[in-house]
T-cell receptor
Framework: EPEVTQTPSHQVTQMGQEVILRCVPISNHLYFYWYRQILGQKVEFLVSFYNNEISEKSEIFDDQFSVERPDGSNFTLKIRSTKLEDSAMYFC?????????????FGSGTRLTVV | DAKTTQPNSMESNEEEPVHLPCNHSTISGTDYIHWYRQLPSQGPEYVIHGLTSNVNNRMASLAIAEDRKSSTLILHRATLRDAAVYYCILSGNQFYFGTGTSLTVIP
């Protein structure tokens, strides 16, 4: 069964450093998403991406965050200057269309620890 | 975004059926009803989704009320591996996760 692949599985970084989280969505999917989950809390929407543009973003997704699809396969989330409160699990997801006709496939996540 | 309401937690005995309810009274006509589950330390996993008619797949069944304001996820025989947080979500670009229902399966 096709999978969404995320790397690395765990990243430790110092406060103020830049991090890039990587995702390889399912090849025929067109819509891509990043979510985060702070330990013990809800899964929170960050951003959706379609046709090389951001479709929607949440209040969490401020100027410190950016997303990119640098080639035909990778989808990245960059945090420019990490803060302690950015420590969380980050999940990438993809789907064929946003209308809900198809299910979403999530990756297994990257655990980001900011120290 | 349309929101859903689920009980915070439920328990089931192993090998018994489980009915997980969800209310979505503000659902719009084009919203699909999705169910996902999250096992500890893992990403959300697709379970099932539907629009109006009841749906069955190898994991579960989805029963949708006639007015579409509520739905029920049915696990026919709960196993210990089904212990997870189950999320009922209405389709839309943000795909909003609520707090879900934490299912405990008792051996």
């Amino acid at each position: 069964e096709p999978e969404v692949t995320q790397t690395p599985s765990h990243q430790v970084t110092q406060m103020g450093q830049e991090v890039i989280l990587r995702c390889v969505p399912i090849s025929n999917h067109l819509y891509f998403y990043w979510y985060r989950q702070i330990l013990g809390q809800k899964v929170e929407f960050l951003v959706s991406f379609y046709n090389n543009e951001i479709s929607e973003k949440s209040e969490i997704f401020d100027d410190q965050f950016s997303v990119e699809r640098p080639d035909g396969s990778n989808f990245t989330l960059k945090i420019r200057s990490t803060k302690l409160e950015d420590s969380a699990m980050y999940f990438c997801a993809s789907t064929q269309t946003w209308t809900g006709v198809y299910g979403y496939t999530f990756g297994s996540g990257t655990r980001l620890t900011v120290v | 975004d349309a929101k859903t309401t689920q009980p915070n937690s439920m328990e089931s005995n192993e090998e018994e059926p489980v009915h997980l309810p969800c209310n979505h009274s503000t659902i719009s006509g084009t919203d699909y009803i999705h169910w996902y589950r999250q096992l500890p330390s893992q990403g959300p996993e697709y379970v099932i989704h539907g629009l109006t008619s009841n749906v069955n797949n190898r994991m579960a069944s989805l029963a949708i009320a006639e007015d579409r304001k509520s739905s029920t996820l049915i696990l026919h025989r709960a196993t210990l591996r089904d212990a997870a947080v189950y999320y009922c979500i209405l389709s839309g670009n943000q795909f909003y996760f609520g707090t879900g229902t934490s299912l405990t399966v008792i051996p």
